[in-house]
């Protein structure tokens, strides 16, 4: 079977759609990606051996008159872009995994008559799958009740975080300082950023927790906080092997992508939430309810982030709390949802 996978722009959609292909292909089946060039994606999969073809495509909000003028023609531009490819690749059944190229590669799925599947990986549906969802063969959620008639089936999870040793195994016979991990996601998060290092200086040295900081774009306002208050901390721009850092820490301070959440159940991990407040919909504070509900996370809009009640959040935090926080997240996971994406995609694809 030939799937064509379309997803780009952040790692919330890239690092899901990486985890099926590397599912499919263990299976046998061949991989092709549709994305954008110098984007997110196109440096991911440079890692991998899935060829990516490219259809230019940008965003449809936030772009100014100019921009809504433009986008009929470009849409067009990208749809018939698309349909080219699929006329050129065949694939026996295309997967929508979110970002804007998501759009054109599954209207010219719909129009060149090939079994198309969406998933959402968000709370609340973005403006593409919201589209896209009535085109579509099978709809699937990594929410359940995003979107209509969808099957819930969970958000993909990289291998090496589902493998990981459960809670209690990781949390026992650990002493010292409470371990803390703060993740801005693939892009970082300046408020993430500037708020953790000034709470951290508010904290007496001898109380302080140990920090893993990964600060992405903004890598500098961490390090220079940090520096300021006087305060050791593991700071890193990126962080490669996500799952080592999951297994080292006892909580997290993060934001509350789709991946983000989905990681934090598989593994078993809770912490402290701060969604991006300029996320389309306000997604991020939909996904974060998912562990709010079941005690493993609090959930701190970003404008009410201060330093001193996140000095006060990290002084009360102790590993017998951290611990139940952790084993509460993992009651909200969904291990099989790489599993089930394929088995949908290989009913579709006529390979079940």
């Not at 023609?73 to 490819?85: E, F, G, P």
């Not at 302080?208 to 774009?217: A, E, F, K, S």
């Not at 390090?223 to 997290?252: H, N, S």
Request: proline content about 5%; some cysteine.
């Amino acid at each position: 079977m030939n799937v064509l996978i379309a997803a780009g722009g952040t790692g919330g959609h890239v690092y899901p759609a990486l985890a099926v292909a590397q599912a499919l292909a263990q299976r046998g089946h061949r991989v092709e990606w549709v994305g954008n060039a110098d984007s997110f994606e196109a440096r991911a999969l440079s890692r991998t051996d899935i060829p990516l073809h490219v259809v230019r495509v940008a965003a449809l909000r936030g772009k100014g008159l100019a921009g809504v003028l433009a986008a009929p023609l470009n849409i067009v531009r990208a749809v018939t872009a698309a349909w080219r490819l699929l006329r050129r690749t065949r694939p026996d059944v295309v997967l929508g995994m979110g970002g804007f190229v998501a759009g054109p590669a599954g209207l010219a799925a719909w129009l060149a008559r090939v079994p198309l599947v969406i998933h959402e990986q968000n709370a609340a549906a973005g403006l593409t799958n919201r589209l896209l969802a009535r085109l579509s063969r099978k709809v699937l959620l990594g929410f359940e009740g995003a979107l209509p008639g969808g099957q819930w089936v969970g958000n993909p999870v990289r291998h090496a975080v589902r493998a990981l040793p459960s809670p209690a195994q990781r949390f026992a016979g650990r002493e010292g300082a409470l371990r803390v991990l703060v993740v801005g996601g693939s892009q970082g998060a300046r408020a993430l950023n500037e708020t953790v290092p000034a709470a951290l200086e508010l904290i007496p040295a001898a109380q302080r927790p140990q920090l893993r900081h990964q600060g992405g774009r903004t890598l500098a306002v961490a390090e220079a906080g940090y520096r300021a208050a006087g305060v050791q901390a593991e700071v890193t721009a990126f962080i490669d092997d996500m799952a080592a850092a999951l297994a080292w820490a006892d909580v997290v301070i993060a934001r509350a992508g789709a991946s983000t959440i989905a990681e934090l159940a598989a593994c078993g991990l809770g912490g402290l939430l701060v969604p991006y407040p300029h996320a389309v919909d306000d997604h991020q504070t939909a996904n974060a309810r998912a562990l709010v509900r079941v005690g493993a996370v609090t959930c701190i809009a970003e404008p009410q982030l201060s330093a001193r009640d996140l000095a006060g959040w990290l002084a009360a935090m102790t590993r017998d709390r951290a611990l139940q926080c952790a084993q509460a997240a993992c009651t909200v996971a969904r291990p099989d949802a790489t599993d089930d994406i394929v088995a949908v995609l290989e009913a579709c694809g006529g390979a079940a």
